[in-house]
T-cell receptor, first 114, second 113 residues
Framework: AQSVTQPDIHITVSEGASLELRCNYSYGATPYLFWYVQSPGQGLQLLLKYFSGDTLVQGIKGFEAEFKRSQSSFNLRKPSVHWSDAAEYFCAVGAREYGNKLVFGAGTILRVKS | GAVVSQHPSWVICKSGTSVKIECRSLDFQATTMFWYRQFPKQSLMLMATSNEGSKATYEQGVEKDKFLINHASLTLSTLTVTSAHPEDSSFYIC?????????FGEGSRLTVL
């Protein structure tokens, strides 16, 4: 069965500090990998995605993620966090073989200390 | 970029009534749309895949008679929660596939009293 694990429910970092949000997946097909951000009461915004090619993916707002097939991971990173980055972050996995339906992780809530 | 719009953003209804939520792709045609439900402090769970001109495909455990999905045109899918009850209160989000990408709507928060 397909599954996505985000081990950290909450993470608190100081403004200006670096950030890494973890994501591990279990998938029977070649995965497409996504990171989304959700502000309270709002929909989802795509930060970045990986389909193939370079395993280090650059996204919007200064975020990047690295696909590591050997570890089944797709961790999200940002070198310097801003207060406006406080939100909930979802990792998601999809595949053409499964009709492009996405399976989401449980989410990680990011709090930023000033 | 492509935009997906949902309406209404917020809806409060009495128990036993039906509520319709619309999902529109504003600048592209979407043969496939997806409906997700998100309970408070939880992740998104796929409810169904909406296919233009054909029946929706529901995920296991989702009642098709309770959550009616209609995808009558290439830019509009509707989700109707029939005979809503308080346990149906949730945040409903749609997504549409366009230009090879998935775009999400802003979500619709349903509160059933």
């Amino acid at each position: 069965a397909q599954s996505v694990t985000q081990p950290d429910i909450h993470i608190t970092v100081s403004e200006g500090a670096s950030l890494e949000l973890r994501c591990n997946y279990s998938y029977g097909a070649t995965p497409y990998l996504f990171w989304y951000v959700q502000s309270p009461g709002q929909g989802l915004q795509l930060l970045l995605k990986y389909f193939s090619g370079d395993t280090l993916v650059q996204g919007i707002k200064g975020f990047e993620a690295e696909f590591k097939r050997s570890q089944s991971s797709f961790n999200l990173r940002k070198p310097s966090v801003h207060w406006s980055d406080a939100a909930e972050y979802f990792c998601a996995v999809g595949a053409r073989e499964y009709g492009n339906k996405l399976v989401f992780g449980a989410g990680t809530i990011l709090r930023v200390k000033s | 970029g492509a935009v997906v719009s949902q309406h209404p953003s917020w809806v409060i209804c009495k128990s036993g009534t039906s509520v319709k939520i619309e999902c529109r792709s504003l600048d592209f045609q979407a043969t496939t749309m997806f409906w997700y439900r998100q309970f408070p402090k939880q992740s998104l769970m796929l409810m169904a895949t909406s296919n233009e001109g054909s029946k929706a495909t529901y995920e296991q455990g989702v009642e098709k008679d309770k959550f009616l999905i209609n995808h009558a045109s290439l830019t509009l899918s509707t989700l109707t929660v029939t005979s809503a009850h308080p346990e149906d209160s949730s945040f409903y989000i749609c997504s549409a596939k366009g230009n090879g990408e998935l775009f999400f709507g802003e979500g619709s928060r349903l509160t059933v009293l």
